[in-house]
């Protein structure tokens, strides 16, 4: 296949064979060719058209939808994530998803691992965002042992809150289960912070966000984190949950390379303009796809994947696509430990593809196709 390499700008024609790449070399530009990237990894997708991985009834044909309904973004890999719920539906949920990635090769092949967020997270009201208080609930050191082995060993990140009783002894044990410890849906105070890095903490989840409304303007756990240089952080760029101002500030004082580009999409999103209503909770999508509560500014979960993620920040920190990439790509699968020629275009990678148009300031990519280890899933073959 032939297009315009994103990062280097250099025209290539890449052979396959099966599931990686078996050459790459450079050859003459000729017009209308795509730009070549390596697939997006999302490492935080709680589900999409109305299947999400913390619904009570999830099933292995749900997780095969949404592993499907992402090939249009140019997502090739993401980490379903689990969010606060009963003890029993994490464990059951944690175990289908493992039976989903044994049962079907290509939800293997999309899914690198899961990720749990909370349900060790702080009770109070703004840190707690959405999750049910109802669950929220002290760090467990057997509990994380039994997701693990529900999870057949692919629990690979966890998100909580290290200020709760017994938080950063499980900062220091998740390590040796394979899992990263990330700081999130916190109320830390800025020593609590430092405590939870110095223990082993590697990520603060979408920064930001899951905070309180008023903060001490100085010294408040959103500075710490975003100081401290042994944090990689997530940030939602959807042009919604963080204004332009702070992530063309998060961009600046993190540094591209310690900041990972997350979709963080949920139940909703995808679905055309309406309410929607799942138990007791109604949901509207507006009319230009962000989720919120009916009659209010009230976000309800994120509603874009991350084809506009990537053009928005890319727009509003006035950065190529070049410098952008990197961050559903590359970094992630650095954090998560993926073997070195993951996310890359060179012979011997995973052919995990998108080929995509761009032009600046438009509002998201144009995909063309994804290719997941070597298998058109979209437009599929």
Known sequence: MLGIDAESGRAIEIELDGGQIASVRETRAVPGLPLLAPGFLDIQVNGYLE???????????????IV????????????????????????RNLGVIADAVDRYPDVAAAVPGIHVEGPFISPENGPRGAHDPAFVRPPDLEEVRQWQEAAGGRLRLLTLAPELDGALELIRALPALGVVPAIGHTAAS??????????????????????HVLLPRLRNYLWEQLAEDAL??????????LPD?????????????????????????????????????????????????????ILAG??????????????????SLAEVLPLCTRN???LLGLPELFATLRPGAPANLVLFDHRPGEPRLHVRRTIREGVAVYPED
């Open 302 to 319: 994120a509603a874009f994947t991350l084809d506009r993620g990537l053009a928005h920040l890319a727009n509003l920190a006035g950065l």
């Open 68 to 91: 499907d309904s992402l090939g249009p973004s140019g997502t090739t890999q993401h980490l379903p994530t689990v969010i606060t719920s009963p003890r029993e539906r994490i464990l």
């Open 232 to 241: 990689c952080a997530t940030i939602i760029a959807d042009g919604y949950h």
């Open 51 to 65: 299947a999400d991985y913390s619904l009570p009834d999830l099933g292995a044909e749900q997780v095969r939808a």
């Open 332 to 334: 992630p699968a650095r």
């Open 190 to 211: 800025p020593g609590v912070i430092r405590k939870a890095v110095a223990a082993g903490a590697r990520l603060s989840t979408h920064l930001g966000n899951g905070s």
């Open 245 to 297: 101002a702070v992530l063309r500030v998060f961009v600046r004082s993190k540094g591209l390379e310690r900041l990972i580009l997350i979709s963080d999409v949920a139940l909703y999103a995808g679905c055309p303009p309406g309410r929607y209503r799942r138990d007791d909770v109604e949901v509207e999508v507006f009319s230009d796809g962000h989720l919120g509560l009916p009659d209010s500014e």
